[in-house]
């Protein structure tokens, strides 16, 4: 009875907390809403009318056509000219991403099957743009042949075609997989980042020491910062889910229930984060940088929402497998994306689950009624 | 004799296994009836025993009992007869007063009727009750104060521990505050006061006195100070410079610790030396026994005072550049947005004087203070240090001043040497000058075997040396000093003090901001600063003597200050 009493007194007084201190509210509101519009207005990952520039050496109708085919694909914004030089200073400057050059005897011998080639130049200094000319320019020159071969009825002699679809994210909208993302930092800042800072700062200003001099107990004083900022960290995920569906048009293709258990075995796992870090840091400025280095940066880099798993080193792949957030943006992306992929989302869940026990069961631990 | 409350045996404690005991084999017994003062410098041990008596820590070796049950055995049982108030009052800044004591109050469990009437017991006792919905934050350190003891006295407990409840509040708070805990004791309460500031051990019904985690005395006052009787004087109305006179009275064997008190000195005699000793002296002014004091017993027990010779100014060129007047203010005004911090205060310092500036926390005193040392720009006014403008070439007149800010302000991370050195570079010391400063330095403090500690875990005394040091390496001709010695034991602070005293006598003049009223009584003269206004400029000896009535025979720098802000506030 005292007990609830004295977590219900608990709770009441963070809620005050958060929302009279200025530091707090930048944390908990103001810092998800700019996250979650950078990376809805802002970032984005696709390479849409990359400029190139395209070098017709020769004459006649079918190289007029092919540049035409480059000029009206949506993926590139080209730049026609005869001589390649020009093109190739642009490159040289940086003003182009790469050219494609149509050599002079492209229309005469392309009746012959042998020994047609198109040259595609890519600049390699950034190598996602130079990957994505070359597969785009691959793309754009195999549609314009096939189109051909239909035109001239000849469409057997061009081989096998490569019919591809793109699944569950079927316009390439980078947004699409990076608002789950960005989802679950906001929910990694608020679990860890928040709960650190709150925590430490109790230590820091002696009231950690009045509670505790209380008939308090070590449960009630976790439960009492525990439920305040898994409520606040609901919430900030459904202002950010229903954002990303009204404002950026996400699909969402799962169920709410599953949603809501993912996100919640998340919270659990990252303020048993927040508050392990609080009670080995006891000011604020090392609970910050751990909480950073520790919570943030691995939501970020190591949660597979921009850099993909699979195309870490081993280490680091293993090193991921003890990422919260990677669990999270599995199961958002999943959620937004797919579906109630039933095995998906239950392993993730039960992952999380069980670093969230992994956590408490450390925090408690160090945490015991003593204030070395 | 009442009952004990806290039996403590053979009590050891350490915070890292391979480290030193911050406590080492303290027994003692905490009685109920009356006020134990828990009394210590800094880093004595005080604020961890208390932690031991709250339950917040256990003991190591040996065992502490609270109402007869080990501390170890107690769990939360402890916490329903305990009161406790942490330093800096624990309470939650962004809750209002009322938020804060309802929080206390479910915490405690405690409801209906009983809870009203604690809240209305509460609230008028420490006369809360117009800033019930202020936020914690916005109260003065006195209020600040009132509300954290509220909190602790919600359940009545029956073991209350207050920890420094006395720093950060003005002289007029804490009076009040320890008459307020007077009115609490009873024969079933006991009441642990924590303090750095000696003066206040001599009110305690009983103390326990700690130093470097070892308990030095335990039992009444008195029962300390009478050993002290009979070996304490005061030199009054004396001819000639009394810093020269201390310095030759401490080289006068038998005499064991000195001080400046305003016009007077005040000796302590070793143990089994008569009066005789002082025999040159009284011809000097009028030498009379006076009662001893706490400081003089602690003393005592640490075996004497550290003399007065300061290497320092002996190795320091005479300052004599710097005009008649060494520092003026001339109508500093100071507002931030609506609030004006300082209003419009003058004053002339002269050379080889000590100025210092006194006043409550929140009184504009360090906003003087920064305007002086050229950290805050006035926004009215001006200031002059050794005849440059602050205004006007603040480089150049900062230059010829040295700063020490409070709590030593060194590099905790670099060595003693590695600090030497940067201060001696920022001071624009270089090549064989700086060499030949910093060797001097080095064999004046004798810091040689720390020159390769980090400064944050020097010895407190070799700390304060150092500070000093890298505060006067360029020969400053103004030194500006922050609360310099406050929390810091008896034998650091004379070493300190006679550091000072040495450099004034070789032309150095001092600015001292302090709300010691041991600090303030060195100064020639005090300004008291109050409300952004300046009350007083005067010696510490006429200020005493202002308030000299029937009901204050022999008033104290403290008494002067109380009545002298009464006497503000009460004038129309």
């Given at each position: 009875?005292?007990?609830?009493?004295?977590?219900?007194?608990?709770?009441?007084?963070?809620?005050?907390?958060?929302?009279?201190?200025?530091?707090?509210?930048?944390?908990?509101?103001?810092?998800?809403?700019?996250?979650?519009?950078?990376?809805?207005?802002?970032?984005?990952?696709?390479?849409?009318?990359?400029?190139?520039?395209?070098?017709?050496?020769?004459?006649?109708?079918?190289?007029?056509?092919?540049?035409?085919?480059?000029?009206?694909?949506p993926?590139?914004?080209?730049?026609?000219?005869?001589?390649?030089?020009?093109?190739?200073?642009?490159?040289?400057?940086?003003?182009?991403?790469?050219?494609?050059?149509?050599?002079?005897?492209f229309?005469?011998?392309?009746?012959?099957?042998?020994?047609?080639?198109?040259?595609?130049?890519?600049?390699?200094?950034?190598?996602?743009?130079?990957?994505?000319?070359?597969?785009?320019?691959?793309?754009?020159?195999?549609?314009?042949?096939m189109?051909?071969?239909?035109?001239?009825?000849t469409?057997?002699?061009?081989?096998?075609?490569?019919?591809?679809?793109?699944?569950?994210?079927?316009?390439?909208?980078?947004?699409?997989?990076?608002?789950?993302?960005?989802?679950?930092?906001?929910?990694?800042?608020?679990?860890?980042?928040?709960?650190?800072?709150?925590?430490?700062?109790?230590?820091?200003?002696?009231?950690?020491?009045?509670?505790?001099?209380?008939?308090?107990?070590?449960?009630?004083?976790?439960?009492?910062?525990?439920?305040?900022?898994?409520?606040?960290?609901?919430?900030?995920m459904?202002?950010?889910?229903?954002?990303?569906?009204?404002?950026?048009?996400?699909?969402f293709?799962?169920?709410?229930?599953?949603?809501?258990?993912?996100?919640?075995?998340?919270?659990?796992?990252?303020?048993?984060?927040?508050?392990?870090?609080?009670?080995?840091?006891?000011?604020?400025?090392?609970?910050?940088?751990?909480?950073?280095?520790?919570?943030?940066?691995?939501?970020?880099?190591?949660?597979?929402?921009?850099?993909?798993?699979?195309?870490?080193?081993?280490?680091?792949?293993?090193?991921?497998?003890?990422?919260?957030?990677?669990?999270?943006?599995?199961?958002?992306?999943?959620?937004?994306?797919?579906?109630?992929?039933?095995?998906?989302?239950?392993?993730?869940?039960?992952?999380?689950?069980?670093?969230?026990?992994?956590?408490?069961?450390?925090?408690?631990?160090?945490?015991?009624?003593?204030?070395? | 004799?009442?009952?004990?409350?806290?039996?403590?045996r053979?009590?050891?404690?350490?915070?890292?296994?391979?480290?030193?005991?911050?406590?080492?084999?303290?027994?003692?017994?905490?009685?109920?009836?009356?006020?134990?003062?828990?009394?210590?410098?800094?880093?004595?041990?005080?604020?961890?025993?208390?932690?031991?008596?709250?339950?917040?820590?256990?003991?190591?070796?040996?065992?502490?009992?609270?109402?007869g049950?080990?501390?170890?055995?107690?769990?939360?049982?402890?916490?329903?007869?305990?009161?406790?108030?942490p330093?800096?009052?624990?309470?939650?800044?962004?809750?209002?007063?009322?938020?804060?004591?309802?929080?206390?109050?479910?915490?405690?469990?405690?409801?209906?009727?009983?809870?009203?009437?604690?809240?209305?017991?509460?609230?008028?006792?420490?006369?809360?009750?117009?800033?019930?919905?202020?936020?914690?934050?916005?109260?003065?350190?006195?209020?600040?104060?009132?509300?954290?003891?509220?909190?602790?006295?919600?359940?009545?407990?029956?073991?209350?521990?207050?920890?420094?409840?006395?720093?950060?509040?003005?002289?007029?708070?804490?009076?009040?505050?320890?008459?307020?805990?007077?009115?609490?004791?009873d024969e079933?309460?006991?009441?642990?006061?924590?303090?750095?500031?000696?003066?206040?051990?001599?009110?305690?019904?009983?103390?326990?006195?700690?130093?470097?985690?070892?308990?030095?005395?335990?039992?009444?006052?008195?029962?300390?100070?009478?050993?002290?009787?009979?070996?304490?004087?005061?030199?009054?109305?004396?001819?000639?410079?009394?810093?020269?006179?201390?310095?030759?009275?401490?080289?006068?064997?038998?005499?064991?610790?000195?001080?400046?008190?305003?016009?007077?000195?005040?000796?302590?005699l070793?143990?089994?030396?008569?009066?005789d000793?002082?025999?040159?002296?009284?011809?000097?002014?009028?030498?009379?026994?006076?009662?001893?004091?706490?400081?003089?017993?602690?003393?005592?027990?640490?075996?004497?005072?550290?003399?007065?010779?300061?290497?320092?100014?002996?190795?320091?060129?005479?300052?004599?550049?710097?005009?008649?007047?060494?520092?003026?203010?001339?109508?500093?005004?100071?507002?931030?947005?609506?609030?004006?911090?300082?209003?419009?205060?003058?004053?002339?310092?002269?050379?080889?004087?000590?100025?210092?500036?006194?006043?409550?926390?929140?009184?504009?005193?360090?906003?003087?203070?920064?305007?002086?040392?050229?950290?805050?720009?006035?926004?009215?006014?001006?200031?002059?240090?050794?005849?440059?403008?602050?205004?006007?070439?603040?480089?150049?007149?900062?230059?010829?001043?040295?700063?020490?800010?409070?709590?030593?302000s060194?590099?905790?991370?670099?060595?003693?040497?590695?600090?030497?050195d940067?201060?001696?570079?920022?001071?624009?010391?270089?090549?064989?000058?700086?060499?030949?400063?910093v060797?001097?330095?080095?064999?004046?403090?004798?810091?040689?075997?720390?020159?390769?500690?980090?400064?944050?875990?020097?010895?407190?005394?070799?700390?304060?040396?150092?500070?000093?040091?890298?505060?006067?390496?360029?020969?400053?001709?103004?030194?500006?000093?922050?609360?310099?010695?406050?929390?810091?034991?008896p034998?650091?602070?004379?070493?300190?003090?006679?550091?000072?005293?040495?450099?004034?006598?070789?032309?150095m003049?001092?600015?001292?901001?302090?709300?010691?009223?041991?600090?303030?009584?060195?100064?020639?003269?005090?300004?008291?600063?109050?409300?952004?206004?300046?009350?007083?400029?005067?010696?510490?000896?006429?200020?005493?003597?202002?308030?000299?009535?029937?009901?204050?025979?022999?008033p104290?720098?403290?008494?002067?200050?109380?009545?002298?802000?009464?006497r503000?506030?009460?004038?129309?």
């Amino acid at each position: 009875m005292n007990g609830w009493r004295r977590i219900k007194a608990l709770i009441l007084k963070e809620f005050i907390q958060v929302l009279r201190d200025p530091s707090s509210l930048l944390i908990a509101f103001v810092l998800p809403a700019i996250l979650l519009f950078l990376f809805g207005f802002g970032v984005s990952l696709d390479a849409r009318q990359v400029r190139i520039g395209v070098a017709v050496q020769g004459s006649g109708a079918p190289a007029y056509e092919l540049a035409s085919a480059f000029m009206a694909s949506p993926w590139f914004e080209a730049d026609l000219e005869k001589d390649p030089r020009p093109l190739e200073r642009e490159v040289l400057a940086g003003r182009l991403r790469g050219m494609v050059v149509i050599p002079q005897d492209f229309s005469r011998d392309l009746g012959r099957k042998d020994a047609v080639s198109v040259q595609v130049i890519a600049d390699g200094s950034e190598t996602n743009t130079a990957n994505y000319v070359q597969n785009y320019a691959r793309g754009v020159v195999s549609s314009w042949s096939m189109v051909e071969g239909i035109k001239k009825g000849t469409d057997s002699d061009f081989g096998p075609q490569l019919l591809s679809r793109i699944w569950f994210n079927p316009e390439l909208e980078s947004r699409n997989s990076l608002i789950p993302g960005a989802v679950a930092i906001i929910m990694a800042i608020i679990g860890t980042l928040l709960t650190a800072l709150v925590v430490s700062r109790e230590w820091e200003r002696g009231t950690m020491e009045s509670l505790m001099s209380t008939p308090v107990g070590m449960f009630e004083l976790l439960l009492g910062k525990m439920v305040p900022y898994f409520i606040l960290g609901l919430l900030a995920m459904l202002g950010s889910v229903v954002v990303a569906i009204g404002l950026f048009h996400l699909p969402f293709r799962g169920s709410p229930a599953f949603l809501l258990l993912v996100a919640s075995a998340f919270l659990l796992a990252a303020l048993g984060q927040g508050l392990l870090i609080s009670t080995l840091a006891k000011n604020q400025f090392i609970a910050a940088q751990a909480a950073l280095v520790t919570g943030f940066l691995p939501a970020f880099l190591l949660s597979g929402f921009v850099f993909e798993i699979a195309s870490m080193p081993l280490p680091i792949r293993i090193l991921t497998r003890i990422v919260p957030a990677r669990y999270l943006v599995s199961g958002l992306q999943t959620l937004f994306l797919v579906g109630d992929v039933q095995k998906v989302l239950w392993t993730d869940t039960l992952i999380l689950l069980l670093l969230a026990a992994l956590l408490f069961a450390l925090t408690a631990r160090k945490t015991v009624r003593r204030l070395r | 004799m009442t009952p004990v409350a806290v039996n403590i045996r053979k009590l050891r404690y350490a915070f890292d296994t391979h480290g030193p005991y911050a406590l080492d084999g303290i027994s003692a017994d905490i009685r109920t009836g009356g006020v134990t003062g828990l009394v210590g410098p800094d880093g004595a041990g005080k604020t961890t025993l208390l932690r031991l008596m709250a339950g917040l820590l256990l003991p190591e070796e040996g065992t502490l009992r609270v109402f007869g049950t080990d501390t170890r055995k107690a769990g939360a049982a402890l916490a329903r007869t305990l009161g406790y108030m942490p330093q800096k009052f624990g309470l939650y800044e962004e809750l209002t007063v009322r938020q804060n004591m309802k929080l206390h109050a479910d915490l405690q469990g405690l409801v209906g009727d009983e809870r009203q009437k604690a809240f209305a017991r509460l609230l008028s006792f420490t006369a809360l009750e117009p800033f019930q919905e202020r936020l914690a934050g916005r109260l003065s350190g006195g209020m600040k104060q009132k509300l954290g003891l509220a909190c602790a006295l919600l359940r009545k407990p029956r073991l209350l521990l207050l920890d420094e409840p006395s720093v950060g509040v003005d002289p007029v708070s804490r009076r009040e505050l320890w008459r307020m805990v007077q009115e609490l004791v009873d024969e079933t309460v006991a009441v642990v006061w924590s303090t750095a500031y000696l003066d206040e051990a001599e009110k305690c019904d009983d103390i326990l006195l700690l130093n470097e985690g070892r308990l030095l005395f335990a039992g009444i006052p008195s029962a300390l100070t009478d050993t002290m009787s009979g070996r304490c004087f005061q030199l009054r109305d004396m001819s000639g410079n009394r810093r020269r006179l201390l310095n030759e009275a401490l080289k006068q064997t038998g005499v064991q610790d000195g001080v400046v008190q305003g016009r007077s000195l005040r000796l302590v005699l070793s143990k089994d030396v008569t009066a005789d000793a002082l025999d040159a002296f009284a011809a000097r002014g009028h030498l009379q026994s006076v009662k001893p004091r706490f400081e003089d017993a602690f003393i005592d027990i640490l075996g004497g005072g550290p003399g007065g010779e300061s290497p320092l100014a002996a190795a320091m060129a005479a300052v004599t550049d710097t005009g008649r007047t060494a520092v003026m203010a001339e109508g500093l005004t100071k507002k931030f947005g609506d609030f004006t911090a300082v209003r419009d205060v003058s004053f002339a310092i002269e050379r080889g004087e000590i100025f210092g500036l006194l006043g409550p926390n929140g009184a504009g005193k360090s906003t003087t203070f920064k305007m002086l040392c050229g950290l805050l720009h006035p926004t009215v006014g001006a200031g002059r240090v050794a005849g440059v403008d602050l205004l006007k070439a603040p480089g150049k007149a900062r230059s010829r001043l040295g700063y020490m800010a409070q709590k030593f302000s060194l590099y905790g991370d670099l060595s003693a040497r590695q600090n030497l050195d940067f201060f001696a570079g920022i001071y624009g010391l270089a090549g064989s000058r700086k060499r030949r400063t910093v060797d001097r330095m080095i064999s004046t403090f004798n810091l040689e075997p720390f020159l390769a500690v980090s400064a944050r875990e020097l010895p407190l005394g070799f700390k304060q040396r150092l500070a000093l040091a890298c505060a006067v390496m360029h020969e400053p001709a103004v030194l500006f000093l922050d609360e310099p010695t406050s929390g810091v034991d008896p034998i650091t602070r004379r070493e300190f003090w006679t550091h000072i005293n040495g450099l004034v006598e070789r032309g150095m003049t001092i600015l001292v901001t302090t709300h010691f009223m041991d600090e303030a009584e060195y100064c020639d003269r005090i300004a008291l600063i109050y409300r952004g206004q300046l009350m007083a400029t005067a010696p510490p000896d006429a200020l005493k003597e202002k308030v000299k009535s029937e009901r204050l025979p022999d008033p104290s720098l403290e008494d002067a200050f109380i009545e002298l802000i009464h006497r503000w506030d009460t004038s129309p």
